[in-house]
């Protein structure tokens, strides 16, 4: 019983953690991105360093996702993300926690 109770501890604090680079892989986010290498767009730890204290962050990131931004870091625009709004919340979550 008490085994059972870690196990699902574990998975607990683990999953969430995990979902989201799956979640970016999927919406296919790494062809441009990388956690910690510039690629076509900043890398997302670049992008959590930039924001970080920011209360708006969030927000200011999901945005971005679903409409798209350009200007911000380079020449080379981001066209808006097909994910739905929930999944680009996540998403940016995720990127202000690297
Ligand atoms: C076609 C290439 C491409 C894809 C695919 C892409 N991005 Fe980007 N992304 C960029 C570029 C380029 C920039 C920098 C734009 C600029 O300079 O304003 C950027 C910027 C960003 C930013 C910074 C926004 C800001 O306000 O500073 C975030 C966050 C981001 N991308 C997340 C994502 C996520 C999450 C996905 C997947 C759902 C994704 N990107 C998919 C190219 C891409």
């Known amino acids: 019983?008490?085994?059972l109770f870690i196990l699902c501890m574990l998975a607990l604090t683990t999953l969430p953690a995990q979902a989201s680079p799956e979640l970016a892989a999927k919406s296919k986010c790494m062809t441009c991105h990388q956690v910690d290498r510039k690629v076509l767009g900043p890398s997302f730890k670049e992008i959590?360093?930039?924001f970080k204290g920011q209360k708006t962050a969030q927000t200011t990131l999901a945005a971005g996702i679903s409409k798209g931004v350009k200007g911000k870091w380079g020449k080379i625009p981001m066209p808006p993300q097909k994910v739905s709004?929930?999944?680009?919340?996540a998403l940016a979550k995720w990127i202000l926690t690297l």
């Open 1 to 3: 019983m008490k085994k």
């Open 48 to 50: 959590a360093a930039r």
């Open 85 to 89: 709004a929930a999944d680009a919340q």
